[in-house]
C-alpha cells in the first residue's frame, strides 16, 4: 500500500489480471470446469452436401452405436428452430429439409464420453436430392439473392463528377475471407436447474444473445436462463453470434435428460460450420484530376455472406463506412451488395467489414498514383480530410477530431520513408531476383455500433463489510485486456489498490440486457458503465462520511487507500465498515449509453460513430520473383489509442491486431473445392502467422499526448479493431515490390489474401502487360 | 512381456494398465488427470496449445523435448518423465523463472496458448545454456500458434527467461540425478504390450523382436513419432487393432556417419539428424528446419516420412536426390533399394507385409556436387510443401556429368523428374540446357489442384526453381532467397 499512488492507478500499464494464471495453466476455460457427475457430451451430423433436398435421413446406426443416450433432430426442438441473432428465421440448428451450406448441422447425438458422441454422429445414412449450388461472389451475383436488403451511401452527384473527370478509370478488387481461429473452439456447457431453469457456461462474447437464443429455443423466458462467461480463449468476432449452436444444444441435451451438457467443437469441424470474415468484390470507378485528387467514386461492395443473415447488414454498413477511410471523397457512391451463398453464413471478425471497405479504397488510391506516376504516399496525402473543409464523409458525418496529417508526417519522418524508398530503389536495381517494396498506409475506424441502440452498457459494483469490490459488468474477456482496464477504473474512483477489485466473470444475471463485447466498445461502454456504479457508491459514502463526521462534503476526499475526512484520515474499509453500520447501501449498478450518434440507414445520413481512431503503418518486403515468396523485413506503426488507460494492453492489440491483419492479407487463404466444401478446415491447411512470419524489425509507438476529445472514460480511445488495418501496408508494400519488375508503369492489381501463388501470377502479369512476356 | 506402462508424470513414477491403446496423452491429462493446463487447440500436431515436454535419458542425462500430446499415444511414454504445465511453479507455489518471463512482458492475453509456449520454453531453458538468437527463438517457437499477441511479447519473454534466471539453481536441474536414477529404474529390455485384448500395443525394445513381432503380425500398424497416425486417430477416429511401435527399440534410433555416407536408423527423429545433415547438406538441413516443428520434428521419423509414401513428403525428393538407398528387413531377410524405387503409385509401396524400414543410407556428396533443396508452401514455418524441390549436379569439362531432380507436390509419389534430367545430362550447363529442361518437366508432372496450390502455379514454380538453382550454381553473388541462414546455403 502507498501513501501517494494506488496499485493499478489508469493511464499505467499493468499486467493482465489473469496473467499469473495462464502461464500456470490455472485460468479455468469452459472445458476445464470440473464436469458435473453423469455429464453427457454432444455432437452433431452434419451434411455432406452444399445444397439439396433431404430426401431420407435414417439415424438407427446413431441410435444404437455404443453409449448414445440421446438423438435430437429438427422435431425435438420445443420451441424455434432458428438461432439468427436478429431473431429473424434464417439460421436454423438443423437444416429443415434442404441443406444450404457443406457442414451444416442435420441432427445432434447425445452420449456418456465425447468420443462415443464423435463416432456416433458419423453414423448417420442421409440422402440427398443434389441442387446446384450457389458458391462464389460471381455465381452469386448471378442468382442475385441477398440475404439482407443493400444499402447506399450518396453524397453530392457521382455521375457528373465522373463524367466531368480529367482522369477515369475502373477495376475490380477481390479479397479473401478470414477464419477466426480463436485458439479455444466453440465450447459450452448446460446445467440444468429446476423447473425451466437453465444454468448455460458459453465461451461467447455475447452472453445475453446466448441467453436470448437459448430462451427461444426451449420456449422458456429469459429469466428462465442465465449464461455465465468467466473468459474466452480468444474471440475475434467469432463467438458474438457463433457460440450459439454450442449454447443451445448442451441446453437443449441439459432439459431433455436431466443431465449435464457439454459440446465443445473438434477444430475442423469448427471451422467448418461456423462463419468467418466475409470475402468482397470491390468494383470502383473513380475520376480524379491532375493531382491525383478523387472528384467521385462509385463503389460496389458485393459480398459473400453465405446461408443467412447473421450480422452481415451491419457489417456490409461498415464496409461502406470505411471505404472513404482519411480520404475525403467528394463525390460519392457506396453500395453493398450483400449475397447469399451455399456456403457457412459468414459474421463478424474484427473490424466488422471495415477493413474490407478500407482495402477497397486504398487499391483506388493505389490506381490513381499509377495512372498518374505519383508516389502513392504523395496522393494518399494529397486526399486526407481536411481540418475545416474537405471534411464531411459519404454518410455525412463531418471528421472533427483529424489527426492523420500530423500521425503521418511523423510516422514518415520517424520511419526515414523518403530515405529508405531511395535505398530499395537501389536495392531493386541491384538485384534482379529479389526486390523490395515499401508502403506506408493510414488509417481511420469508427468507433460505436452502427446500429445506435447496442451504444449501451451495465455495471454492477458491490463493495462487502470489510472493504473489498467485486466488479462485474456486461463486457466479457476475450484476451483483450477489457476486465483489467475495467478494474483501474473502479479502482481509480475508490483510490484503493486495485487487487481489492475483484473481477467476476459475466454473468446475465448480474447484468441484463448487455450488447455483444464487440466493435471495439468494450472499454468505452463498460468502463463508463462502471465509473457511475462507483460514482453512486462513492456519493453514499462522501453523504455518509460528511454526515457521520460532521464535516462538510468537500472535506471528504478518496486519497489512495484511505478516505481523508475532515483533518483526519480513515483506512477506505474503516469507511466501509463505519458506512454498513449505519445502514448505507454498498452496491450500485451503474449504466451508460454513447451521446451525440445517430443513424438512418434509409436516407445514409446521420453521426454513427462517436469518434475515430487512427493509426499508420509503413511496411517494407522482400519478393522472390522467381517464386512469390516474400518476407516482411521491417515494419513502423504509430496508432492513436487517445491517453491509453494501460498502455502495455494497448500495445498488445496493436501488435497483435497488426499480425492478424497481416495474416488475413498474406498466408489466410480459404479454399472451397467445386462441391462447396471448404478444404481449409485445420491449422494444416490454414495457415495462421507464425512467430517467425513477425517482421524481424517492428516498431510500435502509440500516438503520445493526444487525449480524445470526446468525453470516453478517461479519454480513452478503443483499440480492439483499428490495428487491424495497419496490416493494409503489407499487401501495399508487395504491391510496391511486384511493381518494380516493370518499373512501376502498371498498377499491379494484386488482389488478395497475397499467398506466393497470388503474388508470383500478379507478376507474371505486370510483365506481360509490359511486354515482357513469361521468363525465358 | 510386461503389460504395464511405466513412466514418470512430474517426478512421480506411474505404472499403467492401458486398456486404449490409442487414448492420446492429453486426454489422459486432461480426463483422467485432471491436469487442464494442458488444452486443445486442433488435436492434430499442428498449434501447440498441448506441448509437454518429454524427459528422456541420454548418455546418461536426461534431456527434454517438447512435443504435441495430442497426437501422442499414452503407451509411448514408457520409459519417460513426462512434464506439464502444472509441474513447473517452485514448491512455495512462486512461478518459474520462464512462467515469470512471460508475466513481466506481457506475453498473455487470451492465455489459451499460454501453457503450450510455457512448455516450448521451458524446453529451450533447460536444454540451450546462452541466450538464443531471434531465429532459434522464432525456431523454437514455430510449432506454436498464438491468435493474439503477434508473438512479439512471447519473443522478448524468451529473452527475459534467461535474464532474469538463474538457470543453474533450476529446480529441475538440482533434480536430474534423482530423475536419471527413476528413469534409468523404469528402463528395460522386455517387450511391452498393453491393450483391453481386442486392441493390442507392441512396445519391444530390441530389434530382433521388433522383426519377429512384425513377421507375426503383419497386419499391424507400425508406430514410429505418430505425428502421421496420430491424426487417424484423432480425425479420422480410426480404430488400429494391431500396433507395433518401434520407438523403444535402441537400434533403430542409431544414426552415424562412416567416410563415405550418413546412417540413418528408422526410429531416428528430425531432431537429432538435422544437426550432422545439415553439415554435409546445408539445404536439407534448411528444409529440415522447415518440416513441422520442434514438436514434430521431436517425434516424427525420417523413416517414417518415406514408409509413409506420401507425395508431399519433404525427405524424399532430397534424399532421391542425393542417391539414397533404403534397407527394409522381413524376419531375418534384409534388402535394399534406390530410394526412388520404393514409391510405386499413390498408397502404393515396395513393402511386403511382415517387412519394416531398418535404415537410410544418405551418401555424402562428392566433392564437386552441388545440392539444393527448396520448399514452396504458403507459410515458410510448419507448413506442408505444395511443391518440394530437390538438385545434385556434378559438372565435369564444362558438361553435366551428374544430374538428379526430384520433386514432391508434383505428381502421386515423390519422383525424379526423368525427362529434364535427359534434357540436361552431357550438356553444357547452360541457359539454353535448363530452358529446355524446364519445358521438359510439362512432360514429367501433370500435378494437381488443391487447397495448397493450383496445377499451373506448381508447373511454373517447379521449372522456376530449376531456373533459381542454375543462378545459383552460375551467379554466386546473386540473392535469391528470402529465408534461411544467409542468403544461399552452399554445399
Ligand atoms: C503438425 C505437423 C506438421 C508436419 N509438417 C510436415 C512437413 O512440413 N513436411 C513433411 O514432410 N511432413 C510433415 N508432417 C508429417 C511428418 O511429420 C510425418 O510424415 C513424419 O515424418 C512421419 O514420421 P513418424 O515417425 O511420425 O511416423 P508415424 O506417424 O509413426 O508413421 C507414419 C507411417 O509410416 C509407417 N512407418 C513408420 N515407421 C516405419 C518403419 N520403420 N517401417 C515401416 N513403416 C513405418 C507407419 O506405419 C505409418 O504408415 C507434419 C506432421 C504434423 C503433425
Ligand atoms: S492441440 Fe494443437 S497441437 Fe495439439
Ligand atoms: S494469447 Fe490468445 S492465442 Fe495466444
Same mark, same amino acid.
Given at each position: 500500500m502507498s501513501e501517494d499512488t494506488i496499485a493499478g492507478q489508469i493511464h499505467h500499464s499493468r499486467v493482465h489480471d489473469s496473467a499469473h494464471k495462464h502461464v500456470s495453466g490455472e485460468a479455468v476455460y469452459i472445458d476445464d470446469i470440473p464436469e458435473p457427475a453423469g455429464m453427457l457430451h454432444v455432437y452433431v451430423g452434419t451434411s455432406a452436401s452444399a445444397r439439396a433436398k433431404i430426401t431420407g435421413m435414417d439415424l438407427s446406426a446413431v441410435r444404437t452405436?455404443?453409449? =448414445?443416450v440421446l438423438v435430437l433432430t429438427v422435431d425435438d426442438i420445443p420451441g424455434k428452430n432458428d438461432i439468427s441473432p436478429l431473431s429473424v428465421g434464417d439460421d436454423p440448428i438443423f437444416a429443415p429439409g434442404e441443406v444450404s451450406f457443406a457442414g451444416q448441422a442435420l441432427f445432434a447425438v447425445a452420449a456418456e464420453t465425447r468420443d462415443a458422441a464423435r463416432r456416433a454422429a458419423r453414423l448417420g445414412k442421409v440422402d440427398y436430392d443434389e441442387r446446384e449450388p450457389v458458391l462464389d461472389v460471381g455465381q452469386a451475383r448471378e442468382a442475385a439473392v441477398c440475404v439482407t436488403e443493400p444499402h447506399r451511401l450518396q453524397r453530392g452527384d457521382t455521375a457528373a463528377a465522373l463524367a466531368a473527370a480529367k482522369h477515369r478509370l475502373q477495376g475490380r478488387m477481390t479479397m479473401g475471407g478470414q477464419e477466426h481461429f480463436y485458439l479455444e473452439g466453440q465450447v459450452a456447457m448446460a446445467v440444468p436447474g429446476e423447473d425451466d431453469e437453465v444454468l448455460v457456461y458459453s465461451s461467447t462474447q455475447h452472453p445475453t444473445e446466448i441467453q436470448t437464443v437459448v430462451s427461444h429455443v426451449l420456449e422458456v423466458p429469459a429469466s428462465a436462463v442465465t449464461v455465465e462467461t468467466r473468459r474466452m480463449g480468444g474471440g475475434f468476432g467469432g463467438k458474438e453470434s457463433q457460440a450459439s449452436l454450442c449454447a443451445v444444444l448442451a441446453a437443449l441435451v441439459a432439459k431433455r435428460t436431466g443431465r449435464a451438457a457439454k459440446f465443445r467443437l473438434d477444430r475442423d469441424e469448427d471451422m467448418i460450420l461456423t462463419g468467418k470474415r466475409h470475402d468482397f468484390e470491390v468494383d470502383y470507378d473513380v475520376g480524379f484530376d491532375d493531382d491525383g485528387r478523387i472528384a467521385g467514386v462509385d463503389f460496389v461492395f458485393a459480398s459473400r455472406c453465405g446461408i443467412s443473415a447473421d450480422l452481415s447488414s451491419a457489417i456490409n454498413d461498415r464496409a461502406l463506412f470505411h471505404a472513404d477511410n482519411c480520404y475525403y471523397l467528394d463525390n460519392a457512391t457506396i453500395a453493398s451488395l450483400p449475397l447469399k451463398t451455399n456456403t457457412v453464413s459468414n459474421t463478424a471478425f474484427r473490424g466488422f467489414g471495415g477493413p474490407q471497405g478500407m482495402l477497397g479504397g486504398e487499391r483506388v488510391i493505389e490506381e490513381i498514383s499509377f495512372a498518374l506516376g505519383l508516389d502513392p504516399l504523395e496522393v494518399r496525402k494529397r486526399n486526407f480530410y481536411g481540418?475545416?473543409?474537405?471534411? =464531411?464523409?459519404?454518410?455525412?458525418?463531418? =471528421? *472533427?477530431?483529424? =489527426?492523420i496529417h500530423e500521425l503521418v508526417a511523423e510516422l514518415a519522418d520517424s520511419s526515414d520513408y523518403a530515405r529508405r524508398q531511395q535505398g530499395i530503389r537501389e536495392f531493386n536495381s541491384a538485384n534482379q531476383w529479389l526486390k523490395k517494396g515499401l508502403a506506408l498506409t493510414p488509417v481511420k475506424f469508427g468507433i460505436s455500433f452502427t446500429a445506435t441502440h447496442l451504444n449501451q452498457a451495465g455495471a454492477l459494483v458491490n463493495i462487502y463489510a470489510d472493504g473489498s469490490i467485486q466488479l462485474n459488468h456486461g463486457g466479457t474477456e476475450m484476451g483483450q485486456g477489457l476486465f483489467i482496464k475495467v478494474a483501474q477504473v473502479v479502482a481509480q474512483e475508490f483510490q484503493v489498490? +486495485?487487487?481489492h477489485v475483484r473481477i467476476t466473470a459475466t454473468n446475465t444475471a448480474k447484468v441484463p440486457n448487455t450488447s455483444a463485447t464487440a466493435a471495439s466498445s468494450g472499454s468505452d461502454l463498460n468502463g463508463m458503465a462502471a465509473q457511475a456504479a462507483a460514482r453512486i457508491i462513492k456519493e453514499r459514502l462522501i453523504v455518509f462520511a460528511a454526515d457521520h463526521y460532521g464535516v462538510p462534503r468537500q472535506q471528504v476526499e478518496f486519497l489512495p487507500n484511505r478516505v481523508r475526512i475532515g483533518n483526519q484520515e480513515v483506512p477506505f474499509a474503516d469507511l466501509v465498515k463505519a458506512a454498513y453500520m449505519a445502514r448505507v447501501s454498498l452496491s450500485s449498478t451503474g449504466f451508460y449509453k454513447t451521446p451525440k450518434i445517430h443513424f438512418d440507414p434509409d436516407t445514409g445520413r446521420g453521426r454513427p460513430f462517436f469518434y475515430f481512431a487512427y493509426g499508420a503503418a509503413v511496411s517494407e518486403v522482400t519478393v522472390d520473383t522467381l517464386t512469390g515468396e516474400y518476407r516482411v523485413d521491417r515494419v513502423d506503426i504509430l496508432h492513436d489509442v487517445g491517453r491509453s488507460l494501460n498502455p502495455a494492453i494497448d500495445m498488445g492489440q496493436v501488435e497483435g491486431g497488426f499480425i492478424q491483419g497481416m495474416g488475413w492479407l498474406t498466408t489466410e487463404e480459404l479454399w472451397w473445392d467445386d462441391k462447396g466444401r471448404l478444404r481449409t478446415h485445420a491449422p494444416s491447411t490454414y495457415k495462421i502467422p507464425t512467430c517467425g512470419d513477425r517482421p524481424k524489425d517492428l516498431r510500435v509507438k502509440l500516438l503520445a499526448g493526444r487525449d480524445n476529445p470526446e468525453e470516453t472514460i478517461y479519454r480513452s480511445k478503443a483499440v480492439? *479493431?483499428?490495428? %487491424?488495418? %495497419?496490416? +493494409?501496408s503489407v499487401l501495399h508494400a508487395l504491391s510496391d515490390a511486384i511493381a518494380s519488375v516493370a518499373d512501376h508503369r502498371h498498377c499491379p492489381r494484386l488482389d488478395s489474401p497475397a499467398t506466393p501463388e497470388r503474388v508470383l501470377a500478379t507478376i507474371e502479369n505486370v510483365r506481360r502487360r509490359e511486354g515482357l512476356g513469361n521468363r525465358p | 512381456m510386461r503389460e504395464q506402462v511405466r513412466f514418470l508424470l512430474g517426478q512421480e513414477p506411474r505404472e499403467l494398465t492401458v486398456t486404449d491403446p490409442t487414448m492420446t496423452v492429453l486426454d489422459y491429462l486432461r480426463g483422467e488427470q485432471r491436469r487442464c493446463g494442458t488444452k486443445e487447440g486442433c488435436g492434430e500436431g499442428d498449434c501447440g496449445a498441448c506441448t509437454v515436454v518429454l524427459g528422456r535419458l541420454n548418455d546418461g542425462r536426461v534431456r527434454y523435448e517438447a512435443v504435441n500430446a495430442c497426437i501422442q499415444f499414452l503407451p509411448t511414454l514408457d520409459g519417460t518423465q513426462l512434464l506439464t504445465v502444472e509441474d513447473l511453479k517452485r514448491p512455495d507455489g512462486s512461478l518459474h523463472t520462464v512462467q515469470q518471463a512471460m508475466v513481466e512482458t506481457d506475453g498473455s492475453q487470451c492465455g489459451f496458448c499460454t501453457p503450450g509456449f510455457i512448455m516450448s520454453m521451458f524446453a529451450l531453458y533447460q536444454g540451450t545454456p546462452n541466450p538464443p538468437q531471434r531465429q532459434e527463438i522464432d525456431d523454437c517457437l514455430a510449432g506454436n500458434l498464438c491468435r493474439c499477441t503477434g508473438y512479439g511479447p512471447i519473443i522478448a519473454a524468451a529473452e527475459r527467461m534467461y535474464a532474469i534466471g538463474d538457470r543453474t539453481g533450476d529446480a529441475f536441474r538440482r533434480l536430474a540425478g534423482q530423475t536419471v536414477d527413476s528413469l534409468a529404474a523404469i528402463s528395460d529390455q522386455e517387450t511391452v504390450c498393453v491393450g483391453d485384448g481386442s486392441r493390442r500395443f507392441f512396445a519391444p525394445a530390441t530389434l530382433d523382436d521388433l522383426a519377429d513381432l512384425v513377421l507375426a503380425h503383419p497386419d499391424a500398424q507400425i508406430l514410429a513419432g505418430?505425428?502421421?497416425?496420430g491424426l487417424w486417430v484423432t480425425k479420422q477416429l480410426r480404430i488400429l487393432d494391431t500396433i507395433i511401435y518401434i520407438g523403444r527399440v535402441a537400434e533403430l534410433a542409431e544414426f552415424g556417419e562412416t567416410d563415405s555416407t550418413i546412417e540413418i536408423g528408422a526410429a531416428v527423429t528430425y531432431s537429432a539428424a538435422m544437426e550432422l545433415i545439415a553439415g554435409h547438406y546445408p539445404d536439407l538441413g534448411e528444409l529440415f528446419r522447415r518440416l513441422g516443428a520442434v514438436q514434430v520434428r521431436n517425434a516424427g521419423t525420417i523413416g517414417g516420412n518415406i514408409a509413409n509414401g506420401s507425395p508431399i513428403g519433404d525427405s524424399p525428393p532430397p534424399l532421391i536426390a542425393a542417391g539414397a538407398t533404403l534397407h527394409l528387413r522381413r524376419g531375418k531377410d534384409r534388402r535394399s533399394l534406390p530410394l526412388e524405387a520404393y514409391f510405386i503409385d499413390y498408397g502404393k509401396q515396395d513393402r511386403q507385409p511382415g517387412e519394416f524400414v531398418e535404415r537410410i543410407t544418405l551418401p555424402k556428396p562428392d566433392a564437386g556436387t552441388q545440392f539444393r533443396a527448396y520448399k514452396i508452401s504458403k507459410r515458410f514455418d510448419q507448413d506442408i510443401s505444395a511443391v518440394c524441390a530437390a538438385f545434385a549436379l556434378r559438372i565435369e569439362n564444362g558438361r553435366v556429368a551428374h544430374i538428379r531432380i526430384a520433386f514432391g507436390g508434383m505428381a502421386a509419389t515423390p519422383k525424379r523428374a526423368n525427362q529434364a534430367e535427359q534434357c540436361l545430362s552431357g550438356r553444357p550447363w547452360s541457359e539454353a540446357s535448363v530452358a529446355s529442361a524446364i519445358a521438359a518437366l510439362a512432360q514429367d508432372f501433370q500435378p494437381i489442384t488443391d487447397m495448397r496450390a493450383s496445377a499451373d502455379y506448381r508447373l511454373r514454380v517447379a521449372g522456376n526453381l530449376l531456373r533459381k538453382f542454375f543462378i545459383e550454381t552460375t551467379q554466386a553473388s546473386a540473392a535469391t532467397r528470402v529465408v534461411g541462414a544467409g542468403n544461399f546455403a552452399h554445399v
Open positions: 452405436a455404443p453409449d =448414445v481540418r475545416t473543409d474537405r471534411n =464531411v464523409t459519404p454518410y455525412h458525418q463531418t =471528421v *472533427e477530431d483529424n =489527426v489498490d +486495485i487487487d480492439g *479493431e483499428p490495428p %487491424l488495418m %495497419l496490416a +493494409i | 505418430g505425428t502421421d497416425i
